[in-house]
């Protein structure tokens, strides 16, 4: 029953849209079945992982068959939410916040863009991704009028806690940070933050070791030749 469910770990939930994204492209590829082996290839995980990720789903998959792959896409979408839409609400209609509103990926996994606000007076009434742009003094009513929990920050640092503040005081319960700045949120508000710096900065750590292994390897050449011709 719903209400005896194990409660699902973050890490976990943190890996299941990695789970979504494989399964609904094999599915749309017509594959009907995957091993927790082939799953986790995809994934870069291992497959006991995997399979103890799954069994939180109540998804155990069939000995010599693997995983149901379509049933499996719904039970995941279930335990995210995702069987319905969730209307997003957008702060700060600059560079960023026009590129996320315009990118169609939102809506199509179902999150449309349900309004964007802004204190510029040069961007109010602009019209960006099909959304009309508000002036942020409207937000309490943007968010109640589409029954939004979800908000996006797309201000410049500075600005980050006040658009935070903000979508608190108008409802919103979930907070999805882009601006490069550490905000805070009460206890019982969820925040994720998406820093691209911070990305780019581990891709950099990987480019180091490659660079600093392939260094190593022409260092060592000389040497093996010379061992080589001694013997």
């Given at each position: 029953m719903a209400g005896t469910r194990r409660r699902i770990p973050e890490a976990t939930?943190?890996?299941?849209?990695?789970?979504?994204?494989?399964?609904?492209?094999?599915?749309?590829?017509?594959?009907?079945?995957?091993?927790?082996?082939?799953?986790?290839?995809?994934?870069?995980?291992?497959?006991?992982?995997?399979?103890?990720?799954?069994?939180?789903?109540?998804?155990?998959?069939?000995?010599?068959?693997?995983?149901?792959?379509?049933?499996?896409?719904?039970?995941?979408r279930r335990e995210l939410g995702l069987t319905h839409d969730w209307h997003v609400v957008i702060v700060g209609a600059g560079n960023l916040g026009q590129a996320l509103a315009g990118y169609g990926g939102f809506g199509d996994r179902g999150f449309p863009v349900g309004g964007i606000v802004d204190v510029d007076p040069a961007k109010i009434g602009t019209v960006v991704g099909g959304v009309r742009v508000r002036h942020v003094d409207e937000l309490a009513q943007v968010v109640h009028g589409r029954n939004i929990s979800i908000g996006v920050i797309a201000t410049p640092g500075p600005a980050a806690q006040e658009a935070a503040d903000a979508l608190v005081a108008a409802g919103v319960t979930s907070l999805l940070n882009f601006a490069p700045a550490v905000i805070s949120a009460?206890?019982?508000?969820?925040?994720?933050?998406?820093?691209?710096?911070?990305?780019?900065?581990?891709?950099?750590?990987?480019?180091?070791?490659?660079?600093?292994?392939?260094?190593?390897?022409?260092?060592?050449?000389?040497?093996?030749?010379?061992?080589?011709?001694?013997?």
């Open positions: 939930v943190a890996r299941l849209p990695v789970y979504l994204r494989i399964l609904a492209e094999r599915f749309e590829s017509g594959v009907s079945s995957m091993s927790s082996e082939e799953l986790a290839e995809f994934a870069g995980l291992n497959a006991a992982k995997v399979r103890k990720d799954l069994s939180y789903l109540g998804s155990y998959g069939t000995r010599g068959v693997g995983y149901d792959v379509e049933f499996l896409v719904y039970q995941i009460p206890h019982g508000i969820s925040v994720r933050k998406v820093d691209l710096a911070v990305e780019l900065q581990i891709l950099s750590y990987y480019e180091q070791r490659r660079a600093t292994a392939a260094s190593n390897s022409l260092r060592a050449v000389p040497g093996e030749r010379g061992r080589g011709a001694s013997a």
